[in-house]
């Protein structure tokens, strides 16, 4: 069955770079997007960006110039770069699947702090 | 970017009711609206795509309707796994955005 599964950090430092994973099963990453998804506590989900299945990516403008999706498709993974992190960037970070370019799966989320 | 506005944002019923929970676009969306369920430490998921169709494995009790900017999420008959968050989200113009969500709870 699909399923995506996201690792990395659960506390990094103001100013240093966010770097998360990905790990998909399922699915091909040829096939499908990935969409990143992110939740800060008590606020709304924000669409972050999509490496779609040939690989390109597009990127909320909000946060372009600071986010970086790549994917090793032999590993069937995915990975998200933020950097020059702040304390409102503390959000539980979602991977999704994305079916005609909307997410249908999602993982479980992973719960990042940011520490001033 | 496309605002939504969902409503309510609170919502208490009971086992047996129909209740519905009300997505609002800033422009039209073409009917691109998904609906989301999510409960507590859970990944969410998705029930409805494309205003009303149903994500198989999904309850028939789930429909979506709507058009335009205004767009229904319909429970005909809650049941006790249907206590949870619920949330919209457009992809009709990017970036894809999301309501803030409708928890229901049991009255």
């Known amino acids: 069955q699909v399923q995506l599964k996201e690792s990395g950090p659960v506390l990094v430092q103001a100013s240093e770079t966010l770097s998360l994973t990905c790990t998909v099963s399922g699915f091909s990453l040829t096939n499908y997007g990935v969409i990143w998804v992110r939740q800060p506590p008590g606020k709304g989900l924000e669409w972050m960006g999509i490496i779609w299945r040939n690989g390109n990516t597009d990127y909320n403008s909000a946060l372009k110039s600071r986010l970086s999706i790549n994917r090793d498709t032999s590993k069937s993974q995915v990975f998200l770069k933020m950097n020059s992190l702040q304390t409102d960037d503390t959000a539980i970070y979602y991977c999704?699947?994305?079916?005609?370019?909307?997410?249908?799966?999602w993982g479980q989320g992973v719960m990042v702090t940011v520490s001033s | 970017d496309i605002q939504m506005t969902q409503s309510p944002s609170f919502l208490s019923a009971s086992v047996g009711d129909r209740v519905t929970i009300n997505c609002k676009a800033s422009?039209?969306?073409?009917?691109?609206l998904n609906w989301y369920q999510q409960k507590l430490g859970e990944a969410p998921k998705r029930l409805i795509y494309n205003t009303n169709n149903l994500q198989t494995g999904i309850p028939s009790r789930f429909s979506g309707s709507g058009s335009g900017t205004d767009y229904t999420l319909t429970i005909s008959s809650l049941q006790p796994e249907d206590f949870a968050t619920y949330f919209c989200l457009q992809h009709n113009s990017f970036p894809d955005t999301f309501g803030a969500g409708t928890k229901l709870e049991l009255k």
């Open positions: 422009q039209n969306i073409n009917k691109y």
């Open positions: 999704t699947r994305g079916s005609a370019a909307t997410p249908d799966y």
